[in-house]
DNA sequence: CTCCCTTCTGAACGCGCGTTAGTCCCATTG
DNA sequence: CAATGGGACTAACGCGCGTTCAGAAGGGAG
């Protein structure tokens, strides 16, 4: 069933078809209603193909995951507590609006490629991309491409490196460094004076930020801090509660009343850390995570956290791509979007 | 950059280079290398339109999620423990044999026509449909479009209700009823005679094989169980909470000494209402739940269960989307994986 | 009745590629 | 030497649609 078809079943021609479908305003009401009619009538749908070779966009955006995990170690990604939601807010959004989506992992360098590909191929009109360690370089090479294109969470230091904005381009950040500020100033609040830090990786936005928010605050309250109530964590658990168990291994009065680890599941592996060397939370030491990842809620006890704007971020991020890919406009932004104080039942007043 | 470019740098004809990069035979070595090289050199990708236009397919699946949540809550899918592995899977699988995927969530009954459009406007070549409770008429009408089409636990009988045995279709079970049955084994052998089945949604076949396989198994051993052993869930945990509790206020030698859960959700919310019973698992009552979620083995006291073998049929989901649609091979499949029953410490000798 | 303007329609071109039928050239054979 | 054959290529068509431009149909004014 091809749109001729169409056309010559309501006894018109093929343009006029194609008018009525894209809403063209000359066509009287009493020709579109009977064009219409035969097209649903026999259930005909414009090849996407024909349509996009033909000048229209696709409909489809693409969602890029930029993860360091290896291919094939199977069910990392959207088990991922970060990249879940978005997943799933991106593809709700943008199947409600009436856009398909396209999601693809990139592991490797060489997985870049692909990105360029589905825009290049023009599979996609545009793009959202996520995920901690962006290759900049590879980012930027994208970026040249002048397609409608969103980056969540992305540090705009490396673009200005690139001088690359452009006008096709967006970022959607979380205010991390704001969001760390307030669970510090949660726990000085508290009473606590000396605080420990896990790091997230540094070569991580969020994790530069988390850590900064750190020591701003610190200082800026006149808090004294020794390298060793830094711990050098990369976001995962493993290392986390080694790390927490070394700092626990020191003079009873030595040992800081509370902890901000700069994630939720090395705040949650701390916490397991700090009970296996005898102590408890939150009447020893206090501990605040960051994230709000599901599990923080039930765990026992409530792991008090600072939440991420993920719905909202992703949210924003198809509206920009889908208004960027209907309207044309092309409009450079960078919003960010603000964290929540999570307080639940970890960090105790001292 | 179209391949005309390319045919005019490279000194040959637009229709050389076509073959050039459709492998065909009668293109000697110079001539090849020739082109290749300019294309490699120009960065040149072939229009994916284009090139479906022509004929050619559009090396996309679509991987349809049926949901019964509603969109726009927020969050549903890819933190569902049984579909966040899947789609993991199968994007995973299939970028790496070259292929696009594009997720899809279907929570109405006219969300399906967009699965049927996706068919119709040529933007994937196949797809995957995965989710319990699928509409069979709907899923028939998809079918009948004749296009290679996989679809995760579904029940034959429907199939066979509307005669749709083509060769374009597959379907890939888990063994859950044998799973259950011995999990079932399992908690007999270890010297239970009164055992509780909490039933997952009886509109789903894991529900109700699971069911059945309780049932048989009680049957099979000559076990005494009663209608108030088996209580009605959902497979969501509020409802299996209540129902444990339920079952919980009788005389002490009226308690059931296990209970079989239809899932690891109901499980746990069945443990955590024994203990707020005052009862303890699994010195008072074994617990056994089905389908191995992550938090399963990380509770305490960890979960027995039964472990789904997702990764593997996801992963052949796509083999086998990516042969018909590579190799054009057209055969009807139904495979059943087995499961693999996990033993941990919910579960305790009589 | 003619002229012009408005409203509507269709023929034709182009989008970039796959593929078929056919051409050209050179080596081989009778 | 002519005829044959095959290897290496190309011209041309078609895929299904959007869009432009010219022109038809209708309607009102002069």
Redesign the pocket.
């Known amino acids: 069933?091809?749109?001729?078809d169409i056309?010559k079943l309501a006894?018109?021609?093929?343009?006029?078809?194609?008018?009525v479908?894209?809403n063209?305003p000359?066509?009287?009401?009493?020709?579109r209603e009977k064009v219409l009619r035969i097209i649903e009538q026999y259930h005909?749908?414009?090849?996407t193909?024909?349509?996009a070779?033909?000048?229209?966009g696709t409909d489809t955006i693409g969602l890029f995951i930029v993860s360091m995990a290896e291919r094939h170690t199977g069910n990392r990604i959207y088990q991922n507590h970060y990249f879940a939601p978005i997943v799933d807010t991106v593809i709700d959004t943008a199947n409600a609006a009436g856009f398909y989506v396209l999601v693809h992992t990139v592991y490797t360098q060489d997985d870049y490629l692909k990105v360029k590909q589905a825009f290049q191929q023009r599979r996609i009109d545009g793009g959202i991309i996520v995920g901690t360690q962006k290759d900049s370089e590879r980012i930027a090479e994208i970026c040249r491409l002048d397609k409608p294109f969103v980056m969540i969470d992305f540090d705009l230091e490396a673009l200005a490196e690139h001088s690359l904005n452009r006008d096709t381009l967006s970022v959607i950040n979380s205010d991390d460094y704001e969001g760390a500020c307030e669970a510090m100033r949660y726990l000085i609040g508290l009473g606590h004076r000396r605080i420990a830090h896990i790091r997230g990786r540094m070569n991580t936005l969020s994790g530069r930020q988390r850590f900064q928010a750190y020591e701003t605050m610190m200082n800026e309250y006149g808090l004294p801090y020794e390298d060793s109530d830094i711990l050098d964590g990369n976001f995962l658990k493993n290392a986390a509660y080694e790390e927490v168990a070394r700092l626990l291994n020191q003079a009873r009065d030595q040992i800081p009343s509370a902890l901000f680890a700069a994630n939720d599941d090395m705040a949650l592996a701390a916490i397991q850390s700090i009970r296996d060397n005898g102590l408890r939370v939150p009447d020893d030491i206090s501990v605040i995570g960051f994230d709000d990842i599901p599990i923080s809620s039930q765990f026992i006890p409530s792991l008090s956290t600072v939440r991420l704007p993920i719905y909202e971020m992703s949210k924003e991020a198809v509206n920009q791509i889908v208004n960027m890919c209907t309207q044309g406009t092309t409009s450079f932004n960078s919003s960010t979007f603000p964290t929540e104080l999570i307080i639940r039942e970890s960090c105790k007043r001292l």
Do not use: H
């Open positions: 069933m091809r749109s001729e056309a006894g018109v021609s093929r343009s006029t078809v194609s008018r479908l894209n063209y000359d066509i009287p009401q009493r020709t005909y749908e414009p090849n193909s024909a349509r070779l033909a000048g229209k």
